[in-house]
Each structure stands twice: as C-alpha cells, then as structure tokens.
C-alpha cells in the first residue's frame, strides 16, 4: 500500500510499498489513527545474493536495439520512479514500490557465468548490453564490483558490450573501458532525464545530476570512447521542454550521437508514479499524466510493439520533432563507430586456430 501521508518521502521515488500482484497477503492501513509510529519506518537497503545458472538473457523484441544483455543486478537504489524494471521485481516475491529501491538481487557469479557461456563450442558473438533492466554501475557495484569484473572477462574474449549507465562510478572502471575501446569492442550510453535539480532530485532521487553526468560524457569522449546521451525518458508536461537544452549541452561535452524514448508504465509502475507525480508535482500532476494518456492510445499503459517506447498521437509528433531538429542542429551525424564481432576468440575457436 501506498503512503497515505500528505509528507513526502525524500530520497526515495516511491512514495510506498504497493501489493505483489503474485502475492496473496497485502499491505493495508485503515486506521492510521491507531498507529504508534509510522507506518513506513526507515527503509535499510539489503542485498540478496542470487546464484542463476546463466547470465546471458536473450530477447527477441522488435523494439529493442540489442539482442543480448547481462544483468548483474536486479532491483536498484537509484530509485527512478518511472524505471521499467520495477515489474521484475514482483516474480522474485518483492513489490516495485519501495522494495525495488531497497531489496537489491546481487549475482556474485556472474562473471564466471559470462566465461562459462562464452566458451561454449557453438557460441556466436553478438553485442552485449550492461544492463537491460537495472543500472550496472548502481551504488552496489561500488561494494561488490560485479560489473568490473565482467568488463574483465569480455576484455579477455576480445568481445563487444554497450553500457547503460546513469551514475559517474563508471569512470573507476576507465582502465578496461580504454583498452576495450582499442578494439573497438564498447559504447557507452549516458541516460540524462533532467538538468533541473529540482525535478531530478524527485524524479532520480539518488542518481548523479545532470550536469555530473555531462562531465562523465566529456571525460569518456575525451578518451576517444564512443558515447551517446539518451534523453529516456521523456515525460511529456514535465522534462519534455528540456530536450533541446539536453542535446545541445550533450554536443558541448563532445557527444556526436543521441536517441530517446517517451515514458510508459505498464503494470505497477502507473500506479507508483500517479502516487508520486501527485505528491512530488501536485500543480501540475493531472497535466503529466493525461500527456502520457495522449502519447500511448490514451492509456498510462503501452504494450504495442512499434509504439510503446516512442509512443503516437499529437503530444509524441511534438516530441520527435522537437528531438530530430535538436539533432540536425548539434548532431547531425548522431553516429557511432561500429563495433568489431570478428576479434572474439574462446577456448574452443583458440584450439581451432592451431590446426
């Protein structure tokens, strides 16, 4: 259930825990009158070792630029309130409100399933992507340094991966992303949702701001590291007036390539962010919302492959456009450098090799 209280809870996006939809028991507060202390008391992250037999997930989705992706976490501090990935957590019994943000799924063997899956005989390289569903440089990598060390284990194979990230940690990891970049083996994507502070503190609580992640762009361009900024996501009636601003200060820091994406949430996720969007915006809640309605068929929710991610109607025509003149005017390439399949060597093709 969500919180009932008119305060708002800083530093986390959900403003509560919302029912499993997998789960017969549920969270409710009827008579908050009867109440000794607060219903949500403080909230410790914890963190859940899981030990799966692969990492490599594969996807088939038409939608989607990538077909291989490696997750070396599920769940995320950073707290996003609109992250697609807040439905995951319900199959691993936690809910996507304040569950997602503090009951963190860690995989400690996941660089040696890497190895393992790459050296199978008929393995076939293609581009991975860190990560699909939750950020790979999120506070626990900090701890647990998982990420690295799957960088490690693609820099031996000589194997190609794309990174999604919105926090600065990355640049500890420069080292392997400069010699994996000499092989032309990696791009790097830098999600940037807000330059306001005052949204992104609300909309991101425990995220890098804005303008932080603009320095990490330019630190990685100036190691010749290809990089793209993704405006993702875009909210229309909140940060859509921002897209201009995002690209051209993104061009500024040396990146030559952008993409987007409009907001949608499926499942729990509409939920959770009307229950934020009224609490952490209520002047302009309604308007966020009925936008978001106007992008996606006139629902909150969109599963409609083509549409889903960049959306239709009036309200998403303005969005691509205002995107693709921003790019003719500061990016015009909006390229990056391919990356190499052909260098990838294991133990079986090694073997191979000598005859």
């Known amino acids: 259930m969500l919180n009932n209280e008119e305060s708002y809870l800083k530093g986390r996006g959900a403003q509560g825990n919302i029912n499993n939809k997998f789960q017969n028991l549920k969270y409710s507060l009827e008579h908050i009158e009867g109440l000794d202390e607060p219903f949500i008391d403080e909230i410790k992250t914890e963190f859940i070792k899981e030990y799966p037999k ?25 707290g996003c309130i609109y992250c697609y990935a807040r439905n995951s957590h319900e199959y691993w019994g936690f809910d996507a409100g304040l569950d997602f943000e503090s009951k963190i799924i860690i995989k400690p063997d996941a660089a040696k399933l890497l190895e393992q899956q790459l050296n199978k005989p008929n393995y076939q390289p293609k581009v991975i992507l860190l990560s699909g569903n939750t950020d790979c440089y999120q506070p626990a990598e900090r701890k647990f340094k998982i990420t690295r060390s799957l960088l490690e284990v693609l820099l031996k194979y000589k194997h190609p991966v794309s990174i999604i990230t919105k926090n600065n940690l990355i640049l500890r990891d420069l080292d392997l992303l400069k010699e994996l970049n000499k092989h032309d083996l990696l791009h790097v994507n830098i999600s940037i949702t807000s330059l306001d502070e005052d949204i992104r503190l609300k909309l991101e609580p425990r995220t890098v701001t804005g303008k932080g992640r603009l320095k990490v762009m330019e630190k990685l361009v100036k190691e010749g590291i290809p990089v793209r900024a993704m405006v993702a996501p875009i909210i229309p009636g909140l940060n859509s007036h921002e897209i201009v601003d995002i690209i051209k200060a993104s061009s500024e820091h040396g990146v030559t390539a952008a993409s987007f994406t409009i907001v949608r949430l499926n499942g729990a996720i509409g939920e959770i962010f009307t229950d934020w969007v009224l609490k952490a915006f209520p002047d302009k809640a309604e308007k966020v ?29 303005v969005i691509h456009r205002l995107f693709n003149i921003a790019i003719k005017k500061y990016m015009p390439q909006n390229t990056l450098k391919p990356q190499r399949l052909d260098l990838f060597k294991n133990s079986h093709n090694r073997q191979i090799s000598l005859f």
Request: one cysteine or more; hydrophobic letters at 25%; proline letters at 4%.
């Open 54 to 78: 692969k990492i490599i997930s594969e996807s088939n989705s038409p939608d989607l630029s990538f077909v291989a992706s490696v997750n070396p976490y599920h769940g995320c501090e950073h």
């Open 289 to 317: 919302l009925n936008q978001i309605k106007s992008c996606h068929g006139g629902s909150l929710n969109d599963s409609r492959w083509g549409k889903r991610i960049s959306g239709d109607g009036l309200e998403a025509e």
